[in-house]
């Protein structure tokens, strides 16, 4: 069995567990209200997802944890289908998963409902694991730490390294959660997005990392069965915060994460535009650039359908995906 035609057999094994095992994680969560809260300021359509299940990121990150974890323990009987070097991105797959379901569950049941976790306790939080992240990269698994297209030397950048790739992983994890407002959004980018980099991986003879990916893939499209419009279930800081960071770890792992802004150009306009929001309302002191941020609520507010919306931002992160796999080829 060649490498792709495993690539692509770890996604439908993992896309058929998915399914399976969506309808019962559907009544669980049911069964335990948790149930997504509705900001006032949102648009008002938004009103009729008040109730719908959250923290649907569980139903992609088990998945993809078994088939990882099963597939490294095969290895102790001599056969090598994944490697340790795909144990980094589950960690943090994991570890972000953990975190952004402390605050989903903090803004359904807890102290601070509707709101969720303190923002700078969660940034400092993503930060630490990040720093955590970026050591391991370069230490352990000493991975090229920047491939620029048409150069064929890997450039070595020293210490500024680690704060550059921390920088990557928060900054990529709270872009695809900016991303997770309307149905199917997040879940079609983030699948793009892991095959691109699945392919690069491919490309490179990072063989493991290239299936850990399709593995991921297989996975979001199980979700995304529950997750089009109207959502099931909706992913939640359990699966947006975790998916952004699997991503970047990804890209660094390749070395060629200067793409990144390409593969991701999606999550990157969402959160852009959040930052410009932001900056801009404190500088005029009180005045917007858009109607409402993240991007996706603005085009709502000019009168698109979500469906609109997802399809067409879905088609420019495709193309920014093909932009991303030729510039890789160069």
């Known amino acids: 069995m060649n490498d792709s035609t495993m690539a692509l057999g770890l996604a439908g094994l993992s896309f058929m567990m998915t ?28 009103f009729v997802k008040m109730g719908t299940p959250t923290m649907g990121g569980v139903m992609i990150i088990l998945p993809v944890a078994v088939v990882t974890i099963l597939l490294n323990t095969v290895a102790l009987v001599g056969m090598r289908l994944l490697g340790r070097s795909v144990l980094v991105p589950l960690v943090a797959m994991i570890a972000y998963a953990i975190l952004g379901a402390m605050d989903d569950w903090e803004g359904i049941h807890g102290k601070r409902k509707g709101e969720g976790m303190r923002a700078r306790t969660k940034f400092a939080a993503q930060v630490i694991l990040a720093v955590g992240l970026a050591l391991v990269l370069k230490y352990v698994l000493e991975v090229p730490e920047l491939i620029l297209p048409g150069v064929s030397a890997v450039l070595n950048l020293g210490v500024w390294y680690i704060p550059i790739a921390a920088f990557i992983i928060v900054s990529t994890s709270n872009a695809v959660n900016f991303t997770d407002g ?8 983030s699948a793009t997005a892991f095959a691109t980099l699945g392919g690069i991986a491919l490309m490179q003879g990072q063989v493991f990392i290239a299936r850990f990916c399709f593995t991921m893939v297989g996975a979001l499209f199980g979700f995304l069965w529950f997750n089009v419009h109207p959502a099931q279930l909706i992913m939640g800081d359990t699966g947006s915060l975790s998916l952004g960071a699997t991503l970047a770890v990804i890209a660094l792992m390749t070395g060629q994460w200067i793409l990144l802004p390409l593969i991701i150009i999606i999550p990157l306009s969402e959160a852009l535009s959040v930052v410009l929001q932001i900056g801009y309302f404190k500088a005029t002191h009180g005045q917007r650039i858009f109607k409402m941020a993240p991007l996706h609520l603005h085009f709502e507010l000019l009168g698109w359908s979500e469906t609109q919306i997802v399809q067409r931002f879905w088609l420019i992160g495709l193309l920014g995906a093909m932009l991303g796999i030729g510039l890789a080829l160069v």
Do not use: T
Not at 19 to 44: C, D, M, Q, T, Y
């Open 182 to 189: 309307l149905d199917g959004l997040a879940g079609l980018i």
């Open 19 to 46: 399914v399976i095992w969506g309808s019962p994680l559907l009544r669980i969560l049911r069964h335990f209200n948790i149930g997504k809260l509705i900001r006032v300021e949102e648009p008002a359509k938004h």
